[in-house]
Structures are given as C-alpha cells and as structure tokens.
C-alpha cells in the first residue's frame, strides 16, 4: 500500500514539476516573440516568472525525490549493511530522520522569511517577497509528509523488497516490480 502511494505522489509531483518548467518555456519563448512586434515588445516580468517557475519546479521535484528515498544515498554503508538483514532500513531510517530535521527548519525558517519579508517585487508589484518566499514552508511541509511516507514504505516492506522502491519509478509501467 505504502510503495503504490510512494509512486503515485512521485508521479504527481514530476508531472507538477514538468507543467510548471513548461508553462516557463512557453512564457520565455512568447517573450521572445513578442520582443519582436514593435507595438507589443514583451512581458515586463518574463524573467521573474520565470525564476520563480524554475525554483518551485526544483523545489516540488525534490518533494518527490524525498517520497521514493533516492535524495541521499550513502553507497558504501549500504553495501557494508546489505548481509544484515535490517541493515538497509536501520541506513534508511538514520537518513530519513536526518531528514525530516533539515526540512523541519527549511519550513520554520522559511515562514519566519516568508512573515518578515515585506519589501515589493521590481517588475511584479502585486507581489511582495514574503509571497514569493511562501514556497519554503510549503516544500517543506510537503517534503516532511513525503519522508513519513518514505519511513512507512521501509517499515512496512517485507525483508528483502526494501530496495525495490528505489527502481520502482524505473519500470516500464512505473508500478512495483
């Protein structure tokens, strides 16, 4: 159950992150269309758009990098951990809560940035800077409930199939081999 949910929410978090480098080509591509049309000349804030596109794009991508468990991999501990037969997890586990503090002070550090930042953005003055640095507690919480579905997979996979989330999103089907 957990290993089906870890698939599926990595495949809604890629296609958000595919819409969102998408929809900042086509907004950088009509730019420079219109750049061309002498009455037109262009969005004043292509770039920023664009910036920020990019930045959630990363960020709700590496939301899905954390619910399959492939950001942070240490090779030689697993190797060394694979002939016990809870190493794997025990490895897992150690990154996993590792983890969940780093993205627990991204989101407590990111709302605080994101409450005192009042100053306007240059070409968008709709906006402020604190709006625009909401994303850092959102990714964050997002990343936190991604890492206890990773820790609930790892948990509740039988001995032996742990490893097969890892080269489940690398399967012609994108289910569990």
């Known amino acids: 159950m957990w290993q089906k949910l870890q698939v599926k929410v990595d495949k809604v978090l890629t296609a958000i992150s595919v819409v969102l480098v998408a929809l900042m080509f086509v907004v950088i591509i009509a730019n420079v269309i219109l750049r061309l049309i ?21 960020l709700i991508g590496s939301a899905g990098i954390a619910v399959m468990g492939t950001n942070l991999r240490v090779e030689v501990i697993d190797s060394v951990l694979k002939n016990w037969k809870y190493g794997y997890r025990v490895t897992r586990l150690i990154i996993d809560i590792a983890e969940l503090i780093f993205y627990s002070f991204l989101t407590y550090s990111g709302y605080l940035l994101s409450t005192k930042a009042k100053q306007k953005v240059s070409t968008m003055p709709s906006f402020t800077m604190g709006q625009v640095y909401r994303i850092f507690p959102v990714v964050g919480v997002l990343c936190i409930i991604c890492i206890l579905i990773h820790i609930m997979a790892t948990l509740t996979a039988k001995p032996g199939e742990e490893k097969v989330q890892l080269d489940a999103s690398q399967t012609d089907e994108g289910g569990i081999k």
């Open 38 to 58: 002498p009455a037109v000349g262009g969005f004043k804030w292509y770039m920023e758009f664009s910036q920020y596109a990019n930045v959630w794009a990363m």
